[in-house]
């Protein structure tokens, strides 16, 4: 069984550029949410997807888009970067989107922008 | 408005001592509450939920509805217990995660 992976592991953009970083879920998974972890912060839930639709979204605003394929992997796609998108962002999936349902986090892309 | 507290950046025990690791939560229904674990050079995973009302590794957590609290706790510390930990909590319906900022644990020989 293949766990959650993520792409790159790290990248740096400059201010203004726009970014897509990946995820593949677990197999058998059909739901992902992307966290953004500020250094020294707790992860901060952007949004998750459900079997290809958006199923929640946390206190972020549009720049922060997020699409999901038929085979459960993940994009999250980040405009106009500011320097405060610097951070680890974090994926997890889960089987399904059901309170109870564990969720497993990949490794995490670090993102630095400047 | 969801919220999860955890008052202590780094715990600092000795090998042997007892450990609680304190979290308090704001939510106005009842939410599950989770610790999660990161090791060293390791990815975030779960370590035990309130729902389950299991001991993972020596670890326990009771929920106090009337203090809102769930505190991690472990009677004896090993030294392989030392890494961050995250409360955490899934608002009523759905599995989304509101995580605390952490806490270190040191367990010192």
């Known amino acids: 069984e293949t766990g959650v992976t993520q792409s790159p592991t790290h990248l740096i953009k400059t201010r203004g550029q726009q970014v897509t970083l990946r995820c593949s879920s677990q197999s058998g998974h059909n739901t992902v949410s992307w966290y953004q972890q500020a250094l020294g912060q707790g992860p901060q839930f952007i949004f998750q997807y459900y079997r290809e639709e958006e199923n929640g979204r946390g206190n972020f605003p549009p720049r922060f888009s997020g699409l999901q394929f038929p085979n459960y992997s993940s994009e999250l796609n980040v405009n106009a970067l500011e320097l405060d998108d610097s951070a680890l962002y974090l994926c997890?999936?889960?089987?399904?989107?059901?309170?109870?349902?564990?969720?497993?986090f990949g490794p995490g892309t670090r993102l630095l922008v400047l | 408005a969801q919220r999860v507290t955890q008052p202590e950046k780094l715990l600092s025990v000795f090998k042997g001592a007892p450990v609680e690791l304190k979290c308090n939560y704001s939510?106005?229904?009842?939410?599950?509450l989770f610790w999660y674990v990161q090791y060293s050079r390791q990815r975030l995973q779960l370590l035990l939920r309130?729902?389950s009302r299991e001991s993972i590794k020596g670890f326990t957590a009771d929920l106090n509805k009337g203090e809102t609290s769930f505190h991690l706790k472990k009677p004896f510390a090993q030294e392989e217990d030392s890494a961050m930990y995250y409360c955490?909590?899934?608002?009523?319906?759905?599995?989304?995660?509101?995580f605390g900022a952490g806490t270190i644990l040191r367990v010192k020989s």
């Open positions: 955490a909590l899934s608002p009523w319906g759905g599995n989304k995660l509101v």
């Open positions: 939510y106005s229904g009842s939410p599950e």
């Open positions: 309130h729902i």
């Open positions: 997890a999936s889960s089987l399904a989107a059901q309170i109870g349902e564990t969720q497993y």
